[in-house]
């Protein structure tokens, strides 16, 4: 980050990166030199995003978000490919340490360089297991269920199923996202609905439909 001439741009596909990058600017000194330089010279740049939710961070830091309405990492790489000129410095990518490769992927084919820089790990919460049996045991089965992350299906659909039973198939299960849905369909879970666009009205209008649909 204090190096903005040394790239074309910032790539941001998560919240998590932005927390990360908040955590850096803790600092006194980064702070000061994020507030009085850094933040304006990165501003000349585009930090391209995916979502409302990881825009809206990228605003707190002082930033300009560009392509929040993509939605995903594969409609976020055409955009990016219809602004982005060949050869140009690299864009600078903060992700986690289980990023697709669709953007890097696609980003490559078209000759846009792209720097990834992974700021986070994804990790199993330690009260995950025990937060579910109580859920469950206090709530009973819930009408749906609905994952926001292909690291969601593989750290919980192991507990859901051990604690529903032979009425797991009575669940609907929701997506955010086509790449959550994904990684449900391929973990064997029925989709109910995915999400139009990863927003919270939109999740709940596709949420509400399923269910009124099934009459639950």
């Not at 986070?120 to 859920?135: F, R, V």
């Not at 529903?164 to 299960?173: E, L, W």
């Amino acid at each position: 980050l204090s190096y903005p001439e040394s790239y074309g741009g910032l790539v941001f596909t998560s919240p998590r990166a932005l927390e990360a990058i908040k955590i850096c600017l803790r600092e006194n000194s980064k702070n000061e030199a994020w507030s009085k330089s850094l933040k304006q010279r990165w501003n000349t740049k585009p930090a391209y995003v995916v979502g409302k939710s990881t825009a809206s961070l990228v605003e707190e830091i002082g930033l300009i978000p560009q392509g929040e309405k993509s939605g995903n990492a594969e409609k976020l790489a055409e955009y990016i490919c219809s602004r982005e000129k060949l050869n140009s410095s690299a864009l600078l990518f903060p992700c986690g340490a289980l990023k697709r490769e669709v953007l890097p992927t696609v980003l490559r084919e078209k000759g846009i360089a792209l720097e990834s820089l992974t700021v986070y790990q994804t990790s199993q919460h330690s009260d995950l297991q025990e937060s579910l049996s109580s859920y469950f045991s206090q709530q009973g089965i819930p009408a749906s269920i609905v994952f926001f992350s292909p690291s969601g299906v593989r750290f919980c659909l192991q507990h859901i199923q051990k604690l529903s039973g032979n009425f797991i198939n009575s669940i609907k299960f929701a997506a955010i996202g086509p790449t959550t849905a994904e990684a449900m369909e391929a973990a064997g879970i029925p989709v109910t609905c995915t999400a139009e666009s990863p927003t919270p009205q939109d999740l709940a209008a596709g949420i509400q439909k399923a269910l009124h649909l099934q009459n639950c």
